[in-house]
Each structure stands twice: as C-alpha cells, then as structure tokens.
C-alpha cells in the first residue's frame, strides 16, 4: 500500500482557526492574517483585519461592531502541500484520548482543547485510522498573523490529518510543550487531506 506522505494535489481546506487573545489586562489588540490561500469565512468580519478589546479571560469586544466574542475565527483554502513524513498513525476510536493527552500537553487549556475535540472528533472518530501531523513553521509561514501589541506568548496549532484504511509506520513527531507568559495568544485549527 503506497500512501504519500505529503497532502494535497486539490485545494485543502484550512478548518476552522481560532485566535483566542489573553492580555494581563484589558488592552485593545490588532490582528492582522496575511494567508497564503483564500479567506472563506471570518467571524466577526475581517475587513482589512480584527480590532479588538480583549480582557484577560480572552472575552473580545469587536470594535467596528460593539459586539462581544469568545475568539476570533477564520477559514480558507489553500494549495499548501502539508509535510506528513513525521505525526502519529491512531486509531480512530483512540482519536479522543489522544487529542486530549497530546493537545493538553502542548499547552491547551481544558476549554480550549475541547473546543478543538468537539469540532475535530465526529471528522475522525469513525476512521480505521488517522495519520495526525501538527503542522509548526510550514504553517506559520502559510499563515502569518501580526497583532499589535505583540504578545509575550504565542501558542499556534494547526492539525493535518488523512484518514487511512490501514496502519502505516511513520517517524513519531517530537513535540514541544508551551509556557504562557505575558500577554499570550493561543490558535487552534486543522486540515483533513482527502
């Protein structure tokens, strides 16, 4: 069985970012995503990028519409070609423990990684398997945010993962925990290669 270890070939969709903003105090906060791809969905409303209130809890007040969120969101397409060459081959029914340990570990609080289960698990529980890779600069340079003032801290996540029928060996990917310190910025987002 081949199984190419690179995704892409269409447009892959890049799910669901989210960009929760953690001051130490409440502080107005720019963001700004320059996106190697479409945008297809923003909420609140990007415009020419997010201006924000944000309290130390991550509640964001928009500016442009007096409106309160829990974090800003985002969704495009792209033809990024994602390097699965190292990750994890899980099962599909082991997908929820894993995400839990291993989205805990990089430093994810409990709100946020199960934000991130309940939008990812129904995607891949019923997999026989998953190959999961946690993209790190490839994305960062798919996706650069600028945010002004710049935080002390900042937590990106992007999961890739491809669905498999069969197991496969695959190099294990070494992960990094992340200390909060500061004002800090934590996204979370994924990417289903098909």
Known sequence: MLVLLTGCGSQETTKKPVIYLYPKSQQTVSVKLAYRGKLTCTYPEYNDGWKVKAQPDGTLTNISDNREY?????????????????????????????????LKYLGLTPKEYNEFIVYWLPLMKD?????????????????????????DSMLRIMMVFKPLDKSIDVKKQELRPFIRKGFTVVEWGGTEIK
Do not use: C
């Open 70 to 102: 829990s974090y800003l969101y985002w969704e495009g397409v792209s033809n990024n070609k994602w390097d699965m060459s190292k990750g994890f081959v899980i099962k599909g029914n082991e997908t929820e423990k894993f995400l839990q340990e291993e």
């Open 127 to 151: 997999n026989n398997y998953n190959l999961i890779t946690f993209a790190g600069k490839e994305y960062e340079d798919l996706a650069k945010l600028n945010i002004s003032p710049k935080p």
